[in-house]
């Protein structure tokens, strides 16, 4: 069970063929093998939630993943989501709330946040603390965070009430 | 503008202004969109990787280390022992030549002979990846015979207790004691006297990405790159070189994104100075990247203090004196550069700082330990220093029978009493101590807050206000380090051009973690020049290409790096105008610098825009008038001279819940009054603070690195080491004061540390006033549910 195992899946929309190690997860696979190293890894054992990206549309702590496991799948990392414009207006606000020091726990923060908002358009703040509540930053104290969260929201309803007939 | 009539300011008063002003950091979208390039991102070619053999022992001695099995393995590049390494880097021992007494034996990079903390390294095994080197390290033999590991920092001292060090005679690292006026009379005058004895777990700063090293030793150049997430890059080059018989121009230090510091990246490591000098030993880039046990195990800890304390206080709310007797473990050395006597030093130096009591007595003891290292944390001994004097004031007022905020009133120092000096020598330029206070009091809505306390306690809700004034070292002068003998710089420096196309380019060398040190230059530069800030471009973090200065720690960033630049930045203006002139015929007076062009200086009227200026100078000199030799680049350094360091002052209050069923306390609010001068980006000051209160907040609840009694870090993991999450954490409101130094034209102060001088402070006092229906009282933290059910006997 060591030799080396093929996979095959999407990664941010394109077609991703491999031989690895049956032992490598998800986060080694796609920061090593395919240099997306905006899915940061902070602690290895699934608390720190900084490697969470989307897995078929679930996010997912990918150093609890094995990159065997994703065989078939539809992964989508930071890259992907900010190159389909998905996350831009969140990303804008995380901008102007500052809602980001260092910036290593940043892209599973928006990824999760994104999770959040898309299940829940009118989150309150307990419940976007509560959503966020897996993801460790060290840095802004998180209320910037739920600011910026909350200002998204707000400005997805308003823009979704302005297109309503 | 949100900055106060300060006179020499004036000429910043203008378009492009960024001072004073909320402005988004540059370059934030590369963080944003997952491309930032942190150390443990970066790839080199032929790079190898180094994984660390470990003691599982807190102290033992290393009989032998047998290398054989792992040199086999596949992949493997080398396995390297202590021994082997010290041909290529020599020990170092950690003192500072003005903490007199500090003692501290030599330290090497791999241990040699024996081990002195559970996680001390003990070999090296590099190979082609770090699962390779992991799956060779469990084939390093090492037989240990264990030695009795000294944990009690109690017992540290006894005559029964082993001594660490043989050679340093005892465990006891360093001593201060310290009398300022009449302690004995003071006391004797009290009505009452207040005592407790404060007790502080051991915590760390759990940076989320890992420390992390590239050290890349290029035999053909004979230099050393490294690249470090590191607040001191120059500092680093300078250990180095020292320490593997280099020349400073023979190592360059490189600081790319760093995933968080907090004084953890300040320090250099002995896995740093042994991943330095395995490249060189094997002519190739070596990577490490700590894992997050060997961070729990590493990192430097801080904070581990026992002390006695006492308060005197006559019935009319005077504090007659306060007394300390400080005691704390800090690992088997004191840490390399810094040393790990700053701490207990500081707290000598800050209790009682913020009150005009003069009657002060302390002792201070640091005892070696074999536990991980202990040294400066963000705030470095003031959230000790605070709530130790905030305790005591609270307890005293207890006596007595006065509100917390009464008591305050009648010992602050008064707002027009400045300058001053404290009883422990400390010099405060101005601070404004009442105004802070005051503000404070506005904002929390104090009396509503209280009446609504006493409805509460009324229906069996237990809430508690808290309040913590305090200080706080920032911009410090070569009289943290420099005139111990440490080769850190208290300058810094700055390099301003402008580039051929009219843009300007500046170099600091101040480092960017996140708090904003790019954009305060940007906004700097940008508002001296008269040039928007997306024009400015700012290059930090790189020894080859900056100025030399001491980087980003102790709150020195804006207040230090800040005037460099808003000086640099003003030659530069000069010499444009000057050639400005010459080309328009005019004089340098009747000229302006306004958004990116040169105007009249009477009407604002455009006359020459930027990038065809500097397209004439750099182009077309030709065309200039003979003698003028422009020079469109210009570098200042600054260090403040007249006050060893500029004081800042705040105060914070914490409304929080205890649930006296369960002894979990619920954080409603904070809120904190700062005044660090002149602010030069209220939303980056803004989340400076929040960001320090919550890691104050976590020492207060949650965070303690717990040992057992041989020396075993029982909590190494972050599943079972807690820090506050999103769930736990308040919305916290955060005002300001605004006394500027004068020491500086910009006026600025320190930030960064302030929020985690006081958090936990104002949590104890606020889950005292809480508990005071039960006649509770506790003065340790964190504040624990077991903590707290035991002093309400319900365990």
Request: hydrophobic content about 40%; some cysteine; charged content about 20%.
């Amino acid at each position: 069970m060591t030799a080396p195992h093929p996979i095959a899946l999407q990664v941010n929309g394109e077609h991703v063929e491999a031989y690895v190690l049956p032992r490598t997860n998800l986060a080694d696979f796609l920061r090593e093998n395919l240099k997306l190293t905006g899915t940061h890894v902070g602690c290895e054992h699934g608390v720190c939630g900084a490697c969470t990206i989307r897995v078929n549309g679930e996010i997912v702590r990918s150093c609890l993943m094995l990159a065997v496991q994703a065989h078939g799948a539809s992964v989508e990392t930071i890259e992907g989501l900010s190159d389909s414009g998905e996350i831009s207006d969140l990303q804008e606000a995380f901008r102007a709330r500052n809602a980001l020091q260092c910036g290593y726990c940043t892209p599973a923060m928006l990824i999760t946040a994104q999770d959040l908002l898309k299940a829940d358009a009118e989150p309150d703040r307990e419940r976007i603390r509560e959503h966020l509540s897996g993801n460790y930053c060290r840095c802004t104290g998180y209320q910037a965070i739920i600011d910026a969260v909350e200002a998204t929201a707000r400005a997805r309803k308003n823009s979704d009430e302005g297109r309503a007939p | 503008m949100n900055k106060p009539a300060h006179a020499t300011l004036s000429e910043l008063d203008r378009p492009n202004s960024y001072i004073g002003k909320t402005v988004p950091r540059p370059n934030l979208d590369r963080l944003l969109q997952g491309r930032g390039l942190y150390v443990s991102d970066m790839e080199l070619p032929r790079m190898a990787h180094v994984v660390y053999v470990r003691s599982p022992h807190a102290h033992a001695k290393i009989v032998s280390v047998d290398t054989q099995a792992a040199k086999q393995k596949p992949g493997v590049v080398a396995v390297v022992t202590g021994e082997e390494l010290a041909d290529v880097i020599t020990p170092w021992v950690g003192v500072l030549s003005h903490m007199k007494g500090l003692k501290s034996a030599p330290q090497r990079a791999i241990a040699v002979d024996r081990a002195c903390w559970q996680g001390e390294a003990v070999a090296a095994v590099v190979a082609s990846s770090r699962a390779a080197a992991e799956d060779a390290a469990e084939f390093v033999a090492v037989e240990y015979e264990e030695l009795e590991a000294v944990t009690d920092m109690r017992t540290a001292l006894d005559s029964a207790t082993p001594v660490i060090h043989a050679s340093l005679g005892d465990n006891l690292a360093f001593e201060r004691t310290f009398d300022a006026g009449a302690p004995d009379a003071g006391f004797a005058e009290a009505d009452e006297v207040a005592e407790a004895e404060f007790i502080f777990g051991r915590h760390t700063g759990v940076t989320l990405e890992p420390r992390s090293v590239v050290a890349d030793w290029n035999a053909a150049e004979a230099r050393l790159t490294i690249y470090q997430g590191t607040q001191a890059p120059h500092m680093v080059q300078n250990i180095a070189a020292l320490h593997l018989g280099l020349e400073e121009a023979q190592v360059r230090v490189v600081c790319k994104d760093v995933g968080g510091s907090f004084g953890i990246k300040v320090h250099i490591y002995a896995d740093e100075m042994a991943t330095y000098a395995l490249s060189k030993l094997l002519k190739r880039p070596v990577k490490y990247v700590a894992d997050r046990i060997e961070s729990f195990n590493t990192d430097i800890h801080a904070r581990d203090h026992r002390c006695k304390a006492r308060v005197g206080v006559k019935r009319d709310g005077t504090i007659t004196a306060f007394e300390i007797d400080d005691l704390t473990g800090i690992g088997p050395y004191s840490m390399y550069p810094r040393t790990s006597a700053i701490e207990a030093n500081q707290v000598v130096n800050l209790v009682g700082g913020p009150y005009v009591t003069p009657n002060y007595r302390a002792r201070a003891r640091v005892v070696f330990q074999n536990k991980n290292v202990m040294c400066q944390y963000r705030a470095v001994g003031h959230p000790i220093a605070c709530s130790i004097t905030e305790g005591l004031v609270d307890l005293a007022a207890a006596k007595i029978g006065m509100d917390p905020v009464e008591i305050r009133r009648r010992n602050l120092i008064a707002d027009d009493a400045y300058p001053c000096t404290s009883p422990a020598g400390l010099r405060f330029e101005l601070l404004s101590h009442h105004a802070s206070l005051d503000k404070l009091l506005k904002m929390m809505n104090y009396d509503a807050l209280r009446t609504e306390q006493a409805e509460l306690c009324k229906r069996g809700i237990h809430r508690g206000i808290g309040i913590a004034s305090f200080i706080e070292v920032t911009n410090p002068s070569a009289a943290f380090y420099g005139v111990g003998g440490a080769k850190i710089s208290s300058q810094d420096g700055v390099a301003v051009r402008l580039d051929a196309q009219g843009a300007v380019v500046c170099q600091t060398s101040i480092t960017e973690q996140g708090q904003g040190s790019e954009s305060l230059t940007a906004q700097i530069v940008g508002s001296v020049l008269g040039v928007s800030m997306e024009k400015v471009r700012v290059i930090l973090g790189d020894t080859d290409q900056t100025p030399y200065g001491g980087g980003t720690w102790a709150s020195r960033g804006a207040g230090i790096g800040g005037e460099a630049a808003l000086q640099a930045a003003k030659v530069l203006r000069k010499n444009i105008l000057e050639v400005a002139a010459a080309i328009l015929q005019s004089t340098p007076a009747e000229l302006d610098i306004a958004n990116n062009r040169i105007v009249n200086a009477g009407d604002g009227s455009p006359r020459i825009e930027l990038p065809e200026l500097a397209r004439i100078v750099y182009f077309r000199p030709d065309t200039l008038p003979p003698g003028i030799q422009p020079e469109l680049m210009a570098t200042r350094h600054f260090v403040p001279r007249q006050y060893p360091f500029a004081f800042t002052n705040g105060v914070q209050a914490s409304w929080l819940e205890v649930d006296t069923d369960t002894g979990f306390v619920k954080l409603l609010k904070h809120w904190v009054v700062e005044d660090c001068g002149v602010v030069v980006n209220p939303q980056l000051v803004d989340e400076q603070i929040r960001g320090g209160v919550v890691q104050g907040l976590g020492a207060a609840l949650f965070e303690k690195c717990i040992y057992d009694e041989r020396g075993q870090l029982t909590n190494a993991n972050m599943a079972d080491y807690l820090v506050p999450m999103s769930g736990e954490t308040p919305d916290i409101d955060v005002g300001h004061v605004v006394s500027p130094t004068a020491e500086s034209e910009l006026g600025a102060k320190g930030a960064g540390e302030a929020g985690t001088a006081g958090a936990a402070a104002a949590v104890a006092n606020a889950v005292n006033d809480a508990l005071k229906p039960f006649g509770a009282v506790i003065t340790e933290i964190p504040l624990t549910p077991q903590l707290i059910l035991t002093a309400l006997k319900r365990i």
